[in-house]
């Protein structure tokens, strides 16, 4: 009995546990080790490319110089801004001086990969550092902020991001955080600052940094100036490259400028011609920051709230409405989670909400064929070094990617995937609905219970799908054995 009650009361408590910091550390480490994607691999080399072209005096042919591609990556055109790397590159001096100066590739190397992707996975660590800071700011209470860290370190959406495929999105959404973090200290400068390089980096944060400055200032051309001052960073880097060798190539040819065609698809045609949910989504979220009154004393106490809500509720109408890339599921962190630790009388119903769409999401995305859990991606991670072999992609040999094999083994899985899509959208839905700063929602049947096994699920949620894409990488008769 005494064993029984021990555990009962550490599973009520309402502390973050050592042994769930273990976990969720535990699940990041094994994703780590597993995967080398090309765009890691990509960016690695693109961030080391830097340090080349200073070492040979020719800074500005950086592109023309990364589209020669002479270290062999999968993506012959960086195509995105220099800022999208630069930190990374201060990061990778070593392992560029290494191969620079003795020869030794960082493509051949998965310890030099994994050294660089260190660099993604440190910067989370700041990020969380300052979530715990905003949370604290919005909330005033300790644990919640604690929580609000564990609750992003241990989401699907950082997992994937920076463990699994370790993309720079981390590096634009540190960014922003330490951009609202100074806004709701009233260090307004640096709140301008942070988002300058937070748009540099990446410009998805120019959304939501509408939205936020919407919130107070109310003047039309003020507010036309503000986004004029966070775009320079983002106008200086065009500038520079400007007429530069090869990179009006790599703009073009790049990610870049498919990601913004790709914003606002048509979902709906009307007599006046084809319509973009978000772009109606992006109208109704500035006009009601825009009519929100927060100048009063009530006002005031709630800016904080509505501040990290409205950016969480135009990242999830981007999210919704717009085709995207896996990884950036992680713009929803760590404002969703200082959303949802405010409202005590939700946490039961955010917990379930959360956990739902978070796997629906994984199922959807991995159903749908994205670039995630394929075989290859095991090629020059950490674990492949103990396999003692790489493997081929071939498209038509059978379990390239665990698409592949759930689609054969579970033949209804195809069949359902709307239902994934449908349970990931209500479950967005719902966690916004829920938790409106104001509190609109009043249910009969109070969600203030605390259901730790949601929390463990949702903390270990991507670990079937790593061991299935191991399974295969094992089973695969495409080996090559150096």
Request: net charge positive; with cysteine.
């Amino acid at each position: 009995m005494k064993v029984k009650e021990t555990f009962l009361s550490v599973y009520r408590s309402d502390k973050v546990l050592l042994a769930e910091w273990i976990l969720a550390i535990v699940t990041g480490l094994f994703v780590f080790v597993c995967s080398s994607t090309w765009d890691s691999q990509s960016l690695t080399i693109w961030s080391t490319n830097v340090w080349d072209c200073i070492a040979d005096g020719n800074f500005r042919g950086f592109y023309a110089y990364t589209a020669s591609n002479p270290y062999g990556v999968h993506h012959a055109h960086m195509g995105s801004e220099i800022m999208s790397v630069l930190p990374w590159s201060v990061w990778n001096l070593p392992i560029w001086a290494i191969q620079r100066f003795s020869g030794k590739m960082i493509m051949d190397s998965p310890l030099m990969l994994a050294y660089s992707k260190l660099f993604l996975v440190l910067v989370a660590v700041v990020m969380l550092v300052y979530a715990k800071k905003i949370a604290y700011a919005v909330t005033g209470d300790r644990n919640k902020s604690v929580w609000v860290m564990y609750l992003t370190a241990s989401s699907t959406y950082l997992y994937l991001s920076v463990c699994y495929s370790g993309q720079n999105d981390i590096l634009m959404i540190a960014s922003s955080v330490l951009a609202i973090h100074c806004l709701l200290k009233g260090k307004r400068r640096a709140f301008y600052a942070w988002s300058v390089l937070a748009i540099a980096i990446k410009p998805f944060f120019l959304l939501p940094f509408m939205a936020v400055v919407m919130l107070s200032e109310k003047n039309f051309l003020k507010l036309a100036g503000k986004a004029l001052l966070v775009s320079s960073g983002l106008i200086v880097q065009k500038l520079f490259f400007y007429g530069a060798p090869g990179y009006a190539e790599s703009m073009t040819s790049g990610p870049a400028k498919q990601m913004l065609r790709d914003m606002f698809p048509v979902n709906l045609t009307t007599s006046f011609g084809g319509i973009s949910f978000f772009a109606i989504a992006l109208v109704l979220i500035y006009f009601y920051c825009y009519t929100r009154r927060l100048d009063d004393s009530d006002g005031a106490a709630l800016l904080p709230k509505y501040t990290v809500y409205m950016i969480t509720v135009t990242y999830t109408a981007y999210l919704m409405f717009s085709p995207f890339s896996f990884y950036r599921l992680a713009t929803l962190t760590p404002f969703l989670y200082i959303v949802l630790v405010q409202n005590d009388e939700m946490r039961l119903y955010n917990a379930i909400f959360d956990t739902a769409m978070q796997f629906a999401m994984m199922m959807r995305l991995v159903l749908r064929g994205s670039k995630m859990f394929q075989v290859r991606f095991i090629n020059k991670s950490l674990v492949q070094r103990l396999f003692g072999y790489t493997v081929e992609y071939k498209s038509g040999s059978s379990y390239a990617n665990i698409d592949n094999y759930l689609g054969d083994k579970i033949e209804l899985l195809e069949k359902i995937q709307p239902m994934f899509a449908g349970v990931a959208v209500i479950g967005a839905i719902m966690l916004l609905a829920l938790n409106h700063p104001e509190k609109q929602v009043k249910l009969k049947v109070s969600g203030d219970k605390h259901v730790r096994i949601l929390i463990w699920a949702r903390a270990v949620l991507i670990i079937p799908f790593t061991l299935l894409s191991l399974f295969l990488f094992a089973k695969t008769v495409t080996k090559v054995f150096s």
